[in-house]
């Protein structure tokens, strides 16, 4: 079983749509969340970074944590076709963690005109 | 505004023939990463660099190495590249400080071929 388990997609919505992104993971030593969106031949750009369980605002984009549930969502608001791209959630451990970042697959997501 | 440069950003290399890649950062961050993220997988840690201290991933081939002359420059070789090493490589930095460590910051990544 893989640490962290995203749905790869593809997902294609229309313009506007509320589009709901999920990974689930099965480390309870995960702390802190993350979302990185990932353009075509591009790095991950950092969209979000939780720690607590709830919810996190930030523009069009929510990052939703339960951390009981071990389950994390990234959700968009009036999707745009410029949000075009592939998902990535990522996690990391808390404490003395240098870092490391344990990635989902990612998901593909369309937003057509 | 470039905080985290990767070069170059495609690289064809011969099969079997030493390659470099090169990473930069004007974050000043103590911490780098290279990661490997094959065509439609999950970006995977080779080994990163707390300051001077190299941390190699388990499952990391010997075939790469990395080295971090200072602060700022980070750099990943491998030796004998082979087909099934195709991927973008991507740098990413983090500061570490006792316990709190920040986001990790990419780079736009390298698309290695190998022919």
């Known amino acids: 079983q893989k640490e962290v388990e995203q749905d790869p997609g593809p997902l294609s919505v229309p313009e506007g749509a509320i589009v709901s992104l999920n990974c689930t993971y099965s480390n309870s030593a995960f702390q802190y969340f993350m979302w990185y969106r990932q353009y075509s031949r591009k790095g991950p750009e950092l969209l979000m970074y939780?720690?607590?369980?709830g919810n996190k605002e930030d523009g069009r984009f929510t990052a939703q944590v339960d951390k009981s549930s071990k389950y994390i969502s990234l959700f968009i608001r009036d999707s745009q076709p410029s949000d075009s791209a592939t998902y990535l959630c990522a996690m990391r451990y808390g404490g003395t963690s240098y870092g490391k970042l344990t990635f989902g697959q990612g998901t593909i997501l369309t937003v057509h005109p | 505004d470039a905080m985290v440069i990767q070069n170059p950003r495609y690289q064809v290399t011969q099969f079997g023939k030493p390659v470099t890649l090169s990473c930069s950062q004007t974050?000043?961050?103590?911490?780098m990463y290279w990661y490997q993220q094959k065509s439609s997988q999950a970006p995977k840690l080779l080994f990163h660099?707390?300051?001077?201290?190299?941390?190699n991933e388990a499952d990391t081939p010997d075939n790469f190495q990395s080295r971090r002359p200072n602060t700022s420059f980070c750099f990943l070789d491998i030796r004998s590249p082979g087909l099934g090493d195709a991927a973008m490589y991507l740098c990413a930095t983090s500061r570490v400080t006792g316990v709190r460590n920040t986001e990790a910051f990419f780079g736009q990544g390298t698309r290695l071929t190998v022919v």
């Open positions: 974050l000043n961050h103590n911490v």
């Open positions: 939780t720690y607590s369980s």
């Open positions: 660099y707390y300051d001077k201290d190299f941390n």
